[in-house]
């Protein structure tokens, strides 16, 4: 059953510029160590970044709450399945906050935009 809806959409030049000016101090806050290895193994890595920029805010909508709901941006993560489709990976303060609701994922992103969708679900039962 889905719970909650988010959708974010960011313009990949924002997150090129807080790079260039902020380096790794940006990366390292808001991103965990496997995203920025496979955004950095991108080819227009700006393009990864951004992507996965847009999904953790769309998961934070969808969850009802911002930054200041108790999450950081590092409380969660934007890995990829065996498959290489996106997936949450959730820290234990997410997890609380989530009980035995899941957090479905799309991401997109073109030369200027990344756009994501979070799609929050409960199964009951499972």
Known sequence: MVVATGIDVIEVGR???????????????VFT?????????????????AARFAAK???????????????????????NDELGAPVVRPGRRMLDLMGSKR????????????????ILVDDPGE
Not at 33 to 49: D, N, Q, T, V
Not at 106 to 118: C, D, N, Q
Request: aromatic share 8%; charged share 30%; glycine share 12%.
């Open 33 to 49: 160590p496997a995203e920025i290895g496979y955004c950095r193994g991108k080819r227009r890595s700006e393009l990864s970044f």
């Open 103 to 118: 957090v479905l994922i799309s991401l997109s992103h073109i030369r200027k935009l990344a756009i994501a969708v979070a």
């Open 15 to 29: 997150i090129r510029q807080a790079i260039e000016r902020w380096g790794d101090r940006f990366l390292w806050r």
């Open 57 to 79: 805010e769309a998961v934070l909508k969808a969850l009802g709450i911002g930054l200041k709901g108790g999450l950081g941006w590092r409380d969660l993560e934007i890995i």
